[in-house]
């Protein structure tokens, strides 16, 4: 089945600096990846997602990427802000599995004034 | 517009003692439907998921079960719970030709 990893597990950042995480995927056939933002004690959030057919998407300070040939994507966060601070998972779909989301292990982003 | 509830949002329960945890949503029809559990500091890791009324999938082995009596509603259960049961249980759910899915509250479960 298929397999997410997840790269760093923690992240420290100074405001206004980039933030870039890594996943990488294990099933070829997957062609769905979103990206959620989890705050403290509460629910998965969908920031940004991206399907296979498109290299990369971008939504104001956000942007995805993603290689297929490499089997890996990633999330982009420009201009950080306090309020970026969470944990950021990342899931992979894989074809015929009624979107059974594959989720890496999460990594947690603080951002320091 | 859809939502999802689920309930209750925390519990305290003790070990061997019985476990029901319930989701349901509303203002769509047909959904996929999802129980996710993340431990403390973990990832999501994803326990069942349904596409239809008494459709039930396990993703991995364990002392817990899941039903679907009706078309939108979802339930989580236990006989006899264990220590290691302890965690935060997401329900989620997505539309049948869709991609997004969209997490309940969550509820928080310690097993003492």
Avoid: M
């Amino acid at each position: 089945g298929e397999n997410v990893e997840q790269h760093p597990s923690t992240l420290s950042v100074q405001e206004g600096d980039s933030a870039v995480i890594k996943c990488t995927y294990s099933d070829s056939a997957s062609n769905y990846f979103p990206w959620y933002k989890q705050e403290l004690g509460k629910r998965p959030q969908l920031i940004i997602d991206i399907r296979s057919n498109v290299g990369e998407k971008k939504d104001q300070r956000i942007a995805v990427t993603l290689n297929k040939t490499a089997k890996h994507f990633s999330l982009h966060i420009t201009e950080t802000q306090p309020e970026d601070s969470a944990v950021y998972f990342c899931a992979a779909s894989p074809l015929g599995g009624y979107n059974k989301l594959i989720f890496g292990a999460g990594t947690r982003l603080a951002v320091h004034p | 517009s859809q939502t999802i509830h689920q309930w209750p949002a925390t519990l305290v329960q003790p070990v061997g003692s019985p476990l029901s945890l319930e989701c349901t949503v509303e203002g769509t029809s047909n959904p996929n439907l999802y129980w996710y559990r993340q431990a403390a500091g973990r990832g999501l890791q994803l326990l069942f998921y349904s596409v239809g009324i008494g459709q039930i999938s396990s993703e991995v082995p364990q002392n817990l079960s899941a039903s679907r009596p009706q078309d939108r509603q979802f339930i989580l259960s236990s006989k006899k719970l264990l220590l290691s049961d302890s965690g935060f249980y997401l329900c989620a759910w997505k539309r049948g030709f869709g991609n997004t899915i969209y997490f309940g509250e969550g509820s928080w479960l310690t097993v003492v």
